[in-house]
């Protein structure tokens, strides 16, 4: 079963909003990641963050490891409507990762 | 296309029937992993192999499950005597360096209907 416990499960937001989810973990990962997923695809990789602690932007996603290990947040600034689809959280001390159940993100246009 | 491929893209079958999926990795990755992914949740790890060693099974693999990857390219994950709740997406990916690097690439998945 999963893992980590990633919320909010699915929310509505207006374009040009900023959008931030979470996600926590009863174990401690290395290495945690966010990916986004859109219907009928694999999952893509948005951010990767090694250093607990660590602060990652890539364009308008940013991305912070917990200093506990056992956290992270994923934040969208001014989104738009492609940013819609489901975003996942997935931490990894090795060979696998465990995934989070995913946030829903529906565009309002 | 130099990404993972899977097919088939969409499998319908009758419970009972076996099902076999095939998974091309990117050319350079030794690492390739299967997983499995249910509506509304995320991707569930199977297995994983490097080069042609499967290292890691999942207790979710039961012994309806079968996974090769003969000759370290590509895989194939097997499925005997389907049923229902075999229903999903299979996903396979592949990395050159381990899991945890981030380096993982996923297929766009192979979609499992069990009537």
């Known amino acids: 079963g999963q893992q980590l416990n990633q919320s909010p499960q699915s929310m509505f937001i207006q374009e040009g909003e900023d959008v931030s989810m979470n996600c926590t973990s009863s174990?401690?990962?290395?290495?945690w990641l966010w990916y986004k997923q859109d219907p009928g695809e694999g999952p893509v990789l948005l951010i990767a963050?090694?250093?607990?602690?660590e602060l990652t932007s890539n364009g308008r996603l940013t991305a912070q490891f917990g200093i506990t290990r056992k956290d992270s947040f994923l934040n969208i600034s001014a989104s738009i409507p492609s940013d819609v689809g489901i975003y996942f959280c997935?931490?990894?001390?090795?060979?696998?990762?465990?995934f989070g159940a995913g946030t829903t993100v529906t565009v309002r246009a | 296309d130099t990404g993972v491929s899977q097919d088939p893209r969409h499998k319908i079958t009758k419970r009972g029937q076996n099902v076999t999926f095939r998974c091309d990795p990117i050319s350079e990755h030794n690492r390739l992993y299967w997983y499995r992914q249910t509506l509304g949740q995320g991707p569930e790890f199977l297995t994983y192999?490097?080069?042609?060693?499967?290292?890691?099974k999942s207790r979710l693999l039961s012994d309806r499950f079968s996974a090769e990857r003969p000759k370290g390219s590509f895989s194939t994950l097997e499925i005997q005597r389907t049923e229902q709740g075999d229903s999903a997406m299979y996903l396979c990916a592949s990395s050159l360096g381990p899991a945890s690097t981030g380096e993982l690439f996923f297929g766009e998945g192979s979609r499992l209907t069990v009537l």
């Open positions: 963050l090694y250093k607990a602690g």
């Open positions: 192999f490097q080069n042609e060693a499967q290292l890691e």
């Open positions: 174990s401690i990962f290395n290495t």
């Open positions: 997935a931490g990894s001390n090795d060979y696998k990762l465990s």
